[in-house]
């Protein structure tokens, strides 16, 4: 369904609407969440390590490289159809595998091959997902909605990851597949009630008398020449670079060097759990931060310094409180990054904006892993982070060094 106009004036946190829309992310990202844990769980059990880390990497190759033309898709066929149909075809691809591994045990095959659905669906799922805010609420309220949606994925996370882990303990992989699947169909029936509007016609993308490869170009060379999204994209870019590897693989090879334990990687992970979703609220409630490209880029910045103080850290206690600053300011810089990102682009670009966002954070990114697992195997978890957070901090800078992202504010 369709509007020429939805619930003007209406302050986000009280429109039906986009709260609906929110309920359907919260539950897909808590499938997401539990289909991850029966995934790792199913290919550890079903073949060796090695093999196991392939299964799980499977669905990065099509995500790296589909992920711009999902941001095509998004714009041709509107990012509501595109996140219906994203969701529906990976709650039929869950609840087939739970069905297959059911009838015929745990195998590598079906486990790889979903993998690769979820990489291939998620490739257009994400631009679509980022371009739909700005066709559900006024641009003046998408600030807040960029932080209720990151409470609204800390939900997920807190949601799934002990529930995939409780269907594992209790029925297998079977069940928390079938749980997965589950959770994503309930957001299936609340995105049909969602309500869109409909794009003036000189905002529109193309209407089919164009070639996807052209509108592709036309969305790269709109950020390209874009005096704030093309620094912007620079300055997410080096911050997801530098901050992917020390806070996920770096902080397990220092939680084992400093003897903290999993429960102490687990206080750690929590800190800065808190911390990002500190920062989500202060948005939410708030509305929009003033200075907002000073603000990110400081934010970088410092965040940068905490990164790097991590590494050095003794104790738990310390460690989980230099990480509840970085989840803070991390927190912080995402929020107003996502924030400038929708409130400075064309609607109708959109879903190729956010495909160029997401190609280095979900695509480039994760491949800075081993990369960091190999360093601080040569050079140990000290230099690394330093090493790691200093390109971390040139996202700050060059937030700080351009111009109009300086000057950039969220409308309000």
């Known amino acids: 369904m369709t509007t020429a106009l939805v619930a003007p004036d209406r302050p986000a946190h009280r429109d039906p609407n986009l709260l609906r829309w929110l309920a359907a992310y919260a539950a897909s990202m808590a499938g997401d969440g539990v289909y991850y844990i029966a995934l790792s769980w199913a290919a550890v059990q079903a073949g060796t390590p090695a093999q196991a880390g392939l ?30 149909g994203s969701d529906a075809v990976r709650c039929a691809a869950v609840l087939a595998v739970a069905a297959l591994l059911f009838v015929t045990g745990l195998g590598l095959w079906p486990l790889a091959a979903l993998a690769l659905v979820f990489g291939t669906v998620d490739a257009v799922f994400v631009p679509a997902v980022g371009a739909l805010p700005a066709r559900i609420t006024d641009k003046a309220q998408l600030a807040r909605v960029q932080g209720m949606r990151g409470l609204a994925y800390r939900f997920a996370v807190i949601l799934g990851a002990p529930l995939g882990g409780l269907a594992v303990a209790f029925g297998g992989a079977v069940a928390a597949f079938g749980t997965a699947g589950l959770l994503i169909a309930v957001s299936i029936p609340l995105l049909i009630s969602v309500r869109v509007r409909e794009l003036p016609p000189d905002d529109r993308a193309a209407d089919g008398t164009t070639t996807p490869w052209r509108d592709l170009a036309a969305g790269l060379h709109y950020i390209r020449r874009h005096r704030v999204l093309a620094p912007l994209m620079l300055a997410i870019a080096l911050g997801d670079l530098g901050f992917t590897g020390p806070l996920n693989v770096g902080l397990t090879l220092l939680a084992d060097e400093r003897g903290w334990g999993a429960a102490g990687m687990g206080w750690v992970l929590a800190g800065f759990g808190v911390g990002a979703g500190t920062a989500s609220t202060v948005l939410t409630v708030r509305g929009r931060l003033p200075h907002a490209g000073r603000s990110a880029g400081g934010s970088l910045v410092a965040g940068c310094v905490a990164i790097g103080a991590l590494a050095y850290v003794p ?29 400075h682009s064309d609607p109708a670009c959109l879903g190729r904006v956010t495909a160029v966002s997401s190609l280095v954070s979900l695509g480039l990114a994760p491949l800075t892993m081993p990369l960091s697992a190999a360093a601080i195997g040569a050079w140990g978890t000290g230099p690394v982070f330093v090493v790691s957070a200093a390109v971390c901090g040139l996202g700050g800078v060059v937030a700080l060094g351009v111009r109009d992202l300086r000057r950039a504010e969220l409308p309000g």
């Open 315 to 343: 104790g738990v206690l310390a460690a989980v409180g230099i990480a509840l600053l970085i989840g803070l300011l991390a927190g912080l810089s995402g929020v107003l990054c996502g924030a400038l990102l929708q409130t």
């Open 55 to 84: 299964v799980m990497s499977a669905s990065a190759l099509p995500r790296a490289v589909l992920m711009l033309g999902g941001g095509v898709i998004a714009d041709r066929l509107g990012p509501r159809r595109v996140v219906i």
